[in-house]
């Protein structure tokens, strides 16, 4: 099976950086996702990485490194609007499906 | 506008019942998935469909059952055998790779919330 950790919380200030860790256990892996929910709401897919390295998007960039099963979301310019919680989610693959196994999510404050 | 629909949005259910809970899709993707989400926890995997007419049973498939039968739809059922239901129940779908899509990119619906009385 697959495992996924993250921090449960984060704080930052408006304006900040921001850094949220993923490790993550799995077989059959393809890549790593983030994804954004704001209370009460649907998840909203932010970034993907199949490879190793650094992907941008805007304010927001993702890191990768199969060798450890560990990536990381990067958030910059801090918004209040980017108070949410961010999960990391493995796709491995099984059979000919790709299955998205989700993490427990962090929180993110980010406080004025 | 192309995307994920679920019905109903609030669903409230007296213990022994069974529910169906819809999602349509008009994104033409084959693949197809069910969430379940508790309070302050992650997403946890019940049923996924690759295909029309065949579905998988996920993580925590006890006491849910889906059907596949267009692929445009892919309902659930809350059946009563499923001791603890009160949740937010997500759906989702994926894009194809050849058709540009990330194999982690998933579209959801904006939920539906079952409470049982």
Not at chain 1, 49 to 55: H, V
Not at chain 1, 63 to 75: A, I, V
Not at chain 1, 86 to 104: K, M, Q
Not at chain 2, 37 to 58: A, E, H, M, T
């Amino acid at each position: 099976g697959q495992s996924l950790e993250q921090p449960s919380e984060v704080t930052a200030v408006e304006g900040a950086i921001v850094q949220i860790n993923c490790t993550y256990q799995t077989s059959g892996f393809y890549g790593l996702s983030w994804y954004q929910q704001h209370d009460g709401g649907a998840p909203t897919f932010l970034s993907y990485n199949a490879l190793d390295g650094l992907e941008e998007t805007g304010r927001f960039s993702s890191f990768l490194s199969r060798s450890d099963s560990y990536g990381y979301l990067l958030l910059q310019e801090l918004q209040m609007k980017d108070s949410a919680s961010y999960f990391c989610a493995v796709s491995a693959e099984s059979g000919g499906s790709y299955i998205p196994t989700f993490g427990r999510g962090t929180s993110l404050i980010v406080h004025p | 506008d192309g995307g994920i629909t679920q019905s109903p949005k609030y669903l409230f259910r007296k213990e022994g019942q069974n529910v169906t809970l819809s999602c349509e899709q008009n994104l033409n993707h084959d693949a197809m998935y069910w969430y379940r989400q508790d309070p302050g926890q992650g997403l946890r995997l019940i049923y996924y469909s690759q295909i029309v007419n065949d579905f998988q049973k996920g993580d925590i498939a006890e006491g849910y059952s889906v059907s596949r039968e267009k692929k445009e739809s892919f309902p659930l059922t809350v059946t009563s055998a499923q001791k603890n239901p009160t949740a937010f129940y997500l759906c989702a779908s994926r894009s194809p790779a050849h058709a540009g899509g990330f194999p982690g990119e998933l579209f959801f619906g904006e939920g539906s919330r079952l409470t049982v009385l």
